[in-house]
């Protein structure tokens, strides 16, 4: 399928509106639809440099993101893959969803962090519409060092 170019005397004032204009109109939805339903994937942001966090601190991913409910068929699928490292004790990142109002919605915790930097992918999928924004926090007995975090979301089958 391929983009279909709308002529202006389909379009002007003083033309009727006919089918091949509502045809045409259809079919560029379906193209905008196609192209839409390709795309690999939206950053959400992440986290700014290096941070060296203690039991409970909790990072902001990016800002707020408002997803519309997805397509039929289809989750969002939130993901953030952050490098991080234990330097004392035992440590895990936790990914957590909030709302608009800031309510938890959704976490999920990694395995315990090493002693060296690696990179842990977090997942969390949402099948409706959401307003709302990531946070990853620090938590077990210990103190963890983080970096380049990054946060994204794309569409997979449900």
Known sequence: MAWTTILASQTDADSPLNQVLFDSIRENLD????????????????????????????VNLGG????????????????????????????????KLYDKTDTQLQYLDSANLTSSYLDYTLTLDVTTAIWGRLGVRYWGSGQVQSRNGAARVYLVEA
């Not at 193209?31 to 390709?38: C, I, L, S, W």
């Not at 408002?66 to 895990?92: D, H």
């Open 64 to 95: 707020a993101f408002n997803l519309p409910a997805p397509p039929s068929g289809k989750k969002w699928r939130l993901q953030v893959t952050i490098q991080g490292k234990r330097t004392t004790g035992t440590v895990n990142l936790r990914l």
């Open 31 to 58: 193209y905008v639809k196609g192209q839409t339903d390709a795309l690999a994937y939206v950053p959400l942001g992440g986290s700014a440099g290096e941070t060296d966090a203690p039991n409970g601190a909790e």
